[in-house]
């Protein structure tokens, strides 16, 4: 396990402290968990950040088609085929 050394507030500095003597667990254990859980939680999405990702797909889900359904569906076969076939052939002009 490696060593370091923060700087840290005197609140933070308590917060921990007591946190650890509550918890019967050393500083470290506890400055190990808080690290811990922030990370699970900095790689998801806010409330209101999930909020509006779902107000934007609804207005998508709800706008009106811009191409007809038989074009889209032909370039998604066209598209699942070159993957299949080692990726979509250009042709130079």
């Not at 968990?33 to 509006?52: N, P, Q, S």
């Not at 990702?53 to 066209?78: F, S």
Request: zero cysteines; a positive charge.
């Amino acid at each position: 396990m490696a060593r370091v050394t923060f700087s840290l507030d005197d609140a933070t500095v308590l917060q921990i402290r007591q946190t650890a003597a509550r918890l019967g667990k050393p500083q470290s254990h506890v400055v190990r968990e808080a690290v811990a859980e922030y990370a699970a939680r900095a790689g998801t999405l806010r409330d209101e950040e999930r909020r509006h990702a779902l107000r934007v797909l609804e207005r998508l889900r709800q706008a009106a088609p811009t191409r007809p359904i038989a074009d889209v569906e032909r370039e998604l076969r066209a598209i699942r085929t070159a993957r299949r076939t080692g990726g979509r052939r250009h042709h130079s002009a």
